[in-house]
C-alpha cells in the first residue's frame, strides 16, 4: 500500500505546484522553492517528490511544450488532482485544529480561512 | 553560449531512465543556461555537475536487473526441496533426525577433547615447560614412573645445564590452618614454590608485583577466593598478613583464581626462601622425592638430548664417585612436556599435584565413537535417498526431457542435501544447549556452548564439516538421480535399482559400527563393575576417613574409646596414608641365614587395630596387639607377594627392620597377609609391609561405622570430635567415595561410550525403519501374489525380513574380530581386568538382531496381514 501522508516537504512542493499553475515543472518548481523558503535544493530532490507524489496520486503529468533554452527538449508538466487538494486541505485542517488547542494561541489568533 | 559539460551529460545518460531522459536534460540545460546569466559560466558548471548527481536517486535509476534472473533457479530448487520434506515427513523426519542427533553428539565430543586438551594451555611459554619426573625402580617394587622429584635436582640442573633457564619447585604443604584475629580457617591446597614460579607460569595477578611476590621469607600470595575467606576487601588482604601457627606471613600478592583447566591448583604459594633461608641445604638435598619439579628449557632445546645428559647428572650429585653408576639402578630422569602432563601421565604414579588427571587415549577413544556416530547418521541419510529415487524419477525425467543438464540436476539434490544438513546444524544447536548441562552432571565436567561463541572459530570449524557432511552425502544419491535415462523414466519401464550392493553395503557398515559400540559397551559396563564389586581383599564400604593433625594424634586415644562407646562405630583405627593410593616405598631389610636382604616394598605405619578394621585376613602369624611392646615400631606384618620376593619359607619370626635400622637391632615379622589390593585395580598388587608408629604421627583416622543411618553416625563422631578437638575442622570422606575418584577416568569413559552406543543405536534403528518401509512398499505387489497363492502371514514377514537379517549376521561377521581386538588393548590397562568372553559377542548380536527384527517388524508384519486385494486391485 502506498503511504498518503504527506510529508512537510511534499506538501510545500504540493502547494508550489499549484501557485505554479501551467509553469509547474521541476525546474520551475525547484526555482520557485529556493524564492520563496530561500533554502536551495536540487532539481533531483524536487523530481524525487514529483514522481513520489504522482505514484500516490496527488499529481497528474503531461508533457508539455519545448523551448530553445530547453535544448528544444519538451517539459513535464504537474497539476495537482482531486486528492492531492484534499491531502492538502486535510493537512492545513489538522494544523489549524492544534493551533487551536494550543492554549497560548486559541481565538487570539485569526486565522483567515 | 558554451554547452553544458558533455561528459556529466552523458553520464546523466548512462545512469537515468531513457523515459526521464528528456524532461531531466531539459531541466538541466535551462538551470545551467538560467546561471550563466546569472551568475558565472564556473558556477554554471559545477551546478550542472552537482544537479546530475542529486539525479542519483532510486526512482530515476535505470533498472538494471535483467528479465533472465540468475537466482530463479535456486528459488525453484529452494522450493521444491522445501516441498519433498513436507510431502515425505516420516523421511524427512528419519533424515534430519538422525544427522541432527549425529551433529549434536559430535559437537559434544568436540566440547568435550577441546577441553580436556586446554589444559595449561595459558601459560606463554608452555611449550618449553616440562615436569620433571623419575623412573623408581627398587627391589622388591616394579618399576614404575613417579611424578617426584628431589630438591637438590632443581637448583643443580640449573647451575648444571646452559639450557636450563629456569627452574620451580612445587612442594604440596597439605591442608593448613591459617588465621587473621578471630578469622581462622583450614586452607588445602598449599604449596611452597620457588621465587621463580611466577615468571615460568602465567598465572595473573590480581595485585602485587609478579617479579618480587615470592622473593623474600614468609611472603605468602593468597587467591582470590582464599583472601576473601579472611578479608573484606582485596585492597585490604595486599599488604596485610596473616598466621600460620606461630609464623606471621606477609601478604605480597594476591591470585586470580586458578582455572578450571589447570593440572597445577593451589589456593596458597609460600615463598620457598622461608625454607631456605632457615636451611640452605635444602637446595642440595638428594634421597628423598617428596615434590615437583619444573623446568623451563632455551627454546631450540631438545628436551631428549637434555635427558640425555641426566644419567651422568645423577651420578655426579649422587653417587659416591664417578665411577659409581649404582645410583641408575634405583633412578632414572626424564622430561614430561607440560602439554602431556594432564593427558599422558595415567601410567605415572604418586601423581598428586595432577588435578583432573586423565587418559589421553580416552580421547581417541571418544573421536571414533564420534566419528562413528556421523557415520551412521550420513549412512541413513544416502541409503533414504537413493532408496526414495523412484519417487524422483519423474521429476528428473521430465527436467531433463525439458532441457535440464546433468550438472544442474546434479547441483539442485546436492543444494538440497546441503540444506538439510544445515538444518540439521542448527537444531543440533539447539539440542546441545539443553543437552550440555545434562551431560555435565554426568561426567562432571563444566562444559558450555558458549564456547563456540567465545571461540567463533571453532564455529567456523564446525559450519565447514556440517557443510562437507552435506557435500559428501549428498554426492552418492545425487550421482545415483542424475544417472537416470529420460526416456526409460518417461517410457515407465522401471528402474532396476532396488537390489544395490553399495546400499546393503552401508548397511552392514552401519550395523557393525553399532554392533562394536554394544559389545564395546558391554565390556566396559562389565569391567567396570567387576572393579566396583571384586573382592579387594579389605572392607571399603562404611568407612569413614577423617583428617587428622597432631592434636588429634594426641589425643587419639581418648577419641578412640569414647568413639567405641557408641552403637553407630564398629571400628576405630588410624594410618599414615589412604588405601587406594600406591603407599611410599622406603628400605625394608630381613637377616636370614645367608645374610641380610634388603628391599624396597610399599610401607604404611598404622594403628593396633588396622587389619581387624579394614579385616584384612592375616593367612599366617598374628595381628598387630599392645599386649606386645615391641609391636611399636618393632614387628611387621607383610603380604604373600613380599614372602615370596625375600624367598622366606618360613617368615614367621625372621629378624626385619626400616632400611636404616642397623643389622643388629632389627625387629621381626610377626604376620602374612593375603594380598589385597591397596592400590587401585590398574595396578597389581605391589609387596607390601605393616608396622605400627603411633609416635610418627597419622595422617588419617579410619573410622569403620554400621547401621543404616551413615549421617547419624556421623553426627555423633562430630559430636565426639568437637568436645575434645579445638584448632583442627572435622573433616570427613567415605572411602568408597575415594575410591570412585580412582576408576573416575574410567567411569566417565563408559558413561560417554554408553550414551553415545544408545545414540548409535537409534539412528541406525530410523534408518533400518525408513528403508524396511520403502522396502516393503516397492513388494507390495509380490506380497499380493504371494498371499493370493497361499503363502501364510509368517511366511511373508520371513521373506521380508530375511535379507535384513542377513545384513545384520554379515556386519556380525566382519565387525567381531575388530572390536575384539580393540578392547582387548583398552582391557590390558587394568592389571585386573575381566576376560573377554564369547557369549558378549554372541549377545551384542543376538541384541542387535533383536533390534533390527523390532525395527523393520512393524512394517513387515503390517505388509503380511493386508489384505491381497489393496495391492492388486490396480493394474
Known amino acids: 500500500m502506498i503511504e498518503t501522508k504527506l510529508g512537510d516537504f511534499e506538501e510545500v512542493i504540493l502547494l508550489l505546484v499549484g501557485i505554479l499553475g501551467t509553469e509547474a515543472y521541476a525546474f520551475k518548481i525547484a526555482e520557485e522553492f529556493e524564492t520563496q523558503t530561500e533554502r536551495s535544493v536540487s532539481i533531483g530532490a524536487v523530481h524525487s517528490t514529483l514522481t513520489r507524489l504522482g505514484d500516490k496520486g496527488f499529481l497528474e503529468s503531461k508533457m508539455g511544450d519545448a523551448s530553445a533554452e530547453r535544448g528544444g527538449r519538451r517539459k513535464r508538466i504537474y497539476e495537482i488532482t482531486a486528492s492531492g487538494k484534499r491531502a492538502l486541505e486535510n493537512s492545513r485542517d489538522f494544523k489549524v485544529s492544534l493551533w487551536n488547542q494550543f492554549p497560548a494561541f486559541a481565538n487570539k489568533l485569526n486565522f483567515n480561512i | 553560449m558554451p554547452s553544458p559539460p558533455s561528459l556529466a551529460q552523458k553520464l546523466l545518460e548512462w545512469f537515468i531512465k531513457d523515459e526521464l531522459a528528456e524532461e531531466v536534460l531539459g531541466d538541466l540545460d535551462e538551470k545551467y543556461y538560467y546561471l550563466i546569466k546569472n551568475k558565472s559560466t564556473t558556477r554554471a558548471k559545477l551546478n550542472y555537475w552537482y544537479q546530475v548527481f542529486n539525479y542519483l536517486r532510486p526512482f530515476a535509476l535505470k533498472n538494471y536487473r535483467s528479465n533472465s534472473k540468475s537466482t530463479t533457479m535456486y528459488k525453484h530448487n529452494l522450493k521444491i526441496a522445501y516441498r519433498h520434506l513436507l510431502k515425505n515427513r516420516g523421511y524427512s523426519f528419519i533424515n534430519i533426525f538422525s544427522l541432527t542427533v549425529g551433529i549434536a553428539a559430535c559437537m559434544a565430543i568436540y566440547l568435550f577433547i577441546m577441553d580436556e586438551t586446554s589444559f595449561d594451555s595459558m601459560h606463554s611459554k608452555k611449550d618449553h615447560i616440562y615436569r620433571l619426573d623419575e623412573v623408581q625402580n627398587f627391589t622388591g617394587t616394579k618399576e614404575q614412573k613417579v611424578a617426584l622429584s628431589m630438591p637438590g635436582m632443581g637448583p643443580n640442573m640449573l647451575s648444571d645445564f646452559p639450557e636450563v633457564i629456569n627452574y620451580t619447585r612445587f612442594h604440596q604443604r597439605g591442608k593448613r590452618l591459617l588465621s587473621k584475629d578471630e ?203 537413493t532408496a526414495r529415487a523412484s519417487q524422483r524419477w519423474k521429476e528428473v525425467g521430465v527436467r531433463k526431457a525439458v532441457g535440464a543438464q546433468k550438472i544442474q540436476l546434479f547441483n539442485q539434490f546436492i543444494l538440497e542435501s546441503i540444506l538439510l544438513a544445515l538444518l540439521a546444524l542448527v537444531l543440533a544447536f539447539a539440542i546441545n544447549i539443553l543437552a550440555i548441562p545434562w551431560l555435565n552432571d554426568a561426567i562432571n565436567r563444566k562444559l558450555t556452548m558458549w564456547f563456540f561463541i567465545d571461540q567463533p572459530q571453532y564455529l567456523a570449524v564446525i559450519f565447514g564439516i556440517t557443510l562437507g557432511l552435506g557435500l559428501l552425502t549428498g554426492l552418492y544419491p545425487s550421482l545415483y538421480l542424475t544417472a537416470f535415462k529420460a526416456i526409460n523414466v518417461l517410457k515407465g519401464n522401471k528402474q532396476k535399482g532396488n537390489k544395490s550392493v553399495f546400499r546393503s553395503g552401508l548397511v552392514v557398515l552401519q550395523f557393525g559400527l553399532a554392533l562394536a559400540m554394544i559389545v564395546s559397551t558391554l565390556i566396559v559396563l562389565n569391567q567396570l563393575n567387576y572393579m566396583k564389586n571384586k573382592d579387594v581383599g579389605f572392607d571399603k564400604d562404611q568407612i569413614v576417613l577423617i583428617d587428622m593433625n597432631g592434636e588429634v594424634n594426641e589425643k587419639f586415644e581418648l577419641i578412640k574409646s569414647e568413639l567405641l562407646d557408641l552403637t553407630t562405630i564398629a571400628g576405630v583405627t588410624a594410618s599414615g596414608q589412604r588405601l587406594g593410593n600406591n603407599f611410599h616405598q622406603w628400605g625394608f631389610k630381613v637377616k636370614t641365614d645367608t645374610g641380610v636382604f634388603q628391599m624396597t616394598p610399599s610401607n604404611v605405619f598404622v594403628e593396633y587395630d588396622y587389619l581387624d578394621v579394614y579385616n584384612i585376613k592375616v593367612k599366617e602369624g598374628r595381628s598387630f596387639s599392645k599386649e606386645y611392646s615391641t609391636d611399636e615400631g618393632m614387628a611387621y606384618i607383610i603380604n604373600e607377594k613380599l614372602v615370596k620376593e625375600l624367598g622366606l619359607k618360613d617368615p614367621i619370626g625372621t629378624p626385619a627392620g626400616h632400611g636404616w635400622y642397623p643389622d643388629d637391632s632389627l625387629g621381626s615379622i610377626i604376620g602374612v597377609t593375603e594380598d589385597f589390593n591397596f592400590n587401585s585395580l590398574h595396578h597389581k598388587v605391589n609387596t607390601l609391609s605393616m608396622v605400627v608408629h603411633s609416635d610418627w604421627g597419622f595422617d588419617e583416622m579410619s573410622v569403620k561405622i554400621k547401621g543404616d543411618d551413615p549421617q547419624a553416625a556421623i553426627a555423633q563422631i562430630e559430636n565426639v570430635w568437637d568436645r575434645h578437638i579445638k584448632d583442627w575442622p572435622f573433616d570427613y570422606m567415605f572411602l568408597d567415595e575415594h575410591f570412585a575418584t580412582l576408576y573416575q577416568s574410567d567411569n566417565q569413559m563408559s558413561a560417554v561410550v554408553s550414551i553415545m552406543t544408545v545414540l548409535a543405536i537409534l539412528i541406525a534403528c530410523m534408518g533400518l525403519f525408513g528403508l524396511s518401509s520403502i522396502m516393503v512398499m516397492q513388494k507390495i505387489k509380490e506380497v499380493g501374489i504371494r498371499k493370493v497363492l497361499g503363502a501364510n502371514a509368517f511366511q511373508i514377514t520371513f521373506l521380508l525380513s530375511r535379507n535384513f537379517l542377513l545384513l545384520v549376521v554379515l556386519a556380525f561377521i566382519i565387525a567381531s574380530p575388530i572390536t575384539y581386538y580393540l578392547l582387548d588393548d583398552w582391557l590390558q590397562n587394568f592389571a585386573f581386568h575381566v576376560d573377554i568372553n564369547f557369549v558378549i559377542f554372541i549377545a551384542g548380536a543376538l541384541i542387535s538382531l533383536a533390534i533390527a527384527l523390532v525395527t523393520i517388524g512393524y512394517h513387515t508384519i503390517k505388509a503380511s496381514y493386508r489384505n491381497p486385494v489393496e495391492a492388486l486391485r490396480y493394474e
Do not use: C
Request: proline share 2%; hydrophobic share 40%; glycine share 4%.
Open chain 2, 183 to 385: 578469622i581462622s580457617h583450614t586452607v588445602e591446597q598449599t604449596f611452597n614454590v620457588d621465587s621463580t614460579f611466577l615468571k615460568i607460569f602465567d598465572f595473573p595477578l590480581v595485585s602485587g608485583d609478579r617479579e618480587t611476590a615470592l622473593n623474600e621469607p614468609n611472603a605468602v600470595l593468597l587467591t582470590e577466593e582464599t583472601a576473601l575467606k579472611f578479608f573484606n576487601t582485596i585492597e585490604e588482604a595486599q599488604g596485610g598478613s596473616i598466621k600460620m601457627g606461630d609464623n606471621l606471613l606477609k601478604i605480597t600478592g594476591i591470585l586470580e583464581d586458578v582455572p578450571e583447566t589447570s593440572h597445577m591448583q593451589f589456593n596458597v604459594l609460600f615463598s620457598m626462601t622461608t625454607v631456605t633461608s632457615e636451611n640452605p641445604d635444602f637446595n642440595d638435598q638428594w634421597g628423598s622425592n617428596f615434590l615437583n619439579t619444573y623446568l623451563l628449557l632455551e627454546d631450540n632445546v631438545d628436551a631428549e638430548a637434555l635427558e640425555a645428559k641426566l644419567d651422568d647428572f645423577l651420578v655426579r650429585h649422587m653417587g659416591e664417585n664417578s665411577e659409581d653408576r649404582e645410583v641408575l639402578d634405583y633412578y632414572q630422569l626424564f622430561l614430561q612436556p607440560l602439554a602431556e602432563v594432564h593427558l599422558n601421565s595415567s601410567d605415572i604414579e604418586h601423581d598428586y599435584n595432577n588435578y583432573r588427571k586423565f587418559n589421553g587415549r580416552y580421547i581417541d577413544t571418544f573421536a571414533m565413537v564420534g566419528i562413528f556416530i556421523l557415520i551412521i547418521a550420513s549412512i541413513n541419510f544416502m541409503n533414504l535417498s
